[in-house]
T-cell receptor, first 115, second 111 residues
């Protein structure tokens, strides 16, 4: 079974803090993704990575950065947390088959609250 | 711009009352259409992938179908444990390798 784990289920931080969210997958997937999910807005893509040290911006990258130093690990960084970054953060991974993304498998999510 | 629209936003059914959820999409050269189930406070759980119009897939009480413009998730004789939010997502055939998600249908099945 595919397993995607996220470092925390719940996190509370203060405005201005630097926040690290970590995601690890155990299926040797090339692709990894970070989404945020907000009521009424659905899942929105923040960043994704299709290889170690490679990254591409998604639809809402402002205020975020990412790091992928190892294939199994993808980190999302909030350089200076703000209240509008309070959200559910979801990590996903998939492998490339015939050059295209296959099914994405999601982690359990991190509920981040910024006070 | 890619768009995925799900309807209805919310659906309440009695146990055993069959129904369908709709997902309409506007995606350049669809590569795949995905259905997920999401329970409150949890990550989405993969259900189905459909790749071409006319394709159908089944799992227990769920059946997903695909046309050139929309996908349906049919729920036959639902049970209370089928209560969840059902998400639809589309993958375009060229360019970016990320999914475009709909906002979901929140299903409640009452005993």
């Amino acid at each position: 079974d595919v397993k995607v784990t996220q470092s925390s289920r719940y996190l509370v931080k203060r405005t201005g803090e630097k926040v690290f969210l970590e995601c690890v997958q155990d299926m040797d997937h090339e692709n990894m993704f970070w989404y945020r999910q907000d009521p009424g807005l659905g899942l929105r893509l923040i960043y994704f990575s299709y290889d170690v040290k490679m990254k591409e911006k998604g639809d809402i990258p402002e205020g975020y950065s990412v790091s992928r130093e190892k294939k199994e690990r993808f980190s999302l960084i909030l350089e200076s947390a703000s209240t509008n970054q309070t959200s559910m953060y979801l990590c996903a991974s998939s492998f490339i088959r015939e050059r295209w993304t296959d099914t994405q498998y999601f982690g359990p999510g991190t509920r981040l609250t910024v006070l | 711009e890619d768009q995925v629209t799900q309807s209805p936003e919310a659906l309440r059914l009695q146990e055993g009352e069959s129904s369908s959820l709709n997902c309409s999409y506007t995606v350049s050269g669809l590569r795949g259409l995905f259905w997920y189930r999401q329970d409150p406070g949890k990550g989405p759980e993969f259900l189905f992938t459909l790749y071409s119009a006319g394709e159908e897939k089944e799992k227990e009480r769920l059946k997903a179908t695909l046309t050139k413009k929309e996908s349906f998730l049919h729920i036959t004789a639902p049970k209370p444990e089928d209560s969840a939010t059902y998400l639809c997502a589309a993958l375009r055939g060229t360019g970016r390798r990320a999914l475009t998600f709909g906002s979901g249908t929140r299903l409640q099945v009452q005993p």
